[in-house]
């Protein structure tokens, strides 16, 4: 597969194409520009991703890390992509398709973060845009699911902007920052397509979010 193969033949790296952005696979020689984005943004992203372990930004946890990567898209099981920005070929962040279930499932997880900088300027929109005809029309996926904490407003709006409906409450989901977290769940089918913004009743609410973060009980249709 091309995405696998990427990892080895950086002389022909392909990538996919978005509104102002391009995806393609991480490389060794993106180190430099990963480590100095997510140290940018450590205070940013720590709320809403996993305790980092303590040599998260070495060079040598990214080597691991890229190991993994290789493993992981041999094996038909994730697909990591880091995304840019077109004009200046600035890292802005990066996505992953993971848990990839095949047989009659055929369905992945989305997972995503953004640096600092770039948060709030449709960037990662426009990339989930170009990613979605590479899971369906490349990798044959069907559905993609994707899962976010109940006060991440910005992600929950991105999701439903571009098509994913919302179809549960999952309590303690997922360990974020050292706490069990719940979580909206969201998925996209492959005949699914983006609606008005106008047309989507906001997902917290239905759920009876409250300010907090925490949940009553969902409200009944």
Known sequence: MWLFKSVFASDQIPVVHGDGVYLRVPQASDFAD????REASRDFLTPWEPVWPADDL???SYRRRMRRYARDMMADEAYPLFLFRTHDHALLGGMTLSNVRRGVCQSAS???WMG????????MGAGVAALLPLAYDVLRLRRIEAACMVRNTPSIRLLERLGFMHEGYARQYLCINGRWEDHLLFARLRTDRAKPREARPDAAAQWG????GRAERPLVR
């Open 209 to 212: 979010v409250v300010p907090g």
């Open 34 to 37: 990963w480590r100095d984005l």
């Open 110 to 112: 989305l997972g995503y």
């Open 116 to 123: 600092a900088a770039f948060a709030g300027q449709g960037y």
């Open 58 to 60: 070495t060079r040598g």
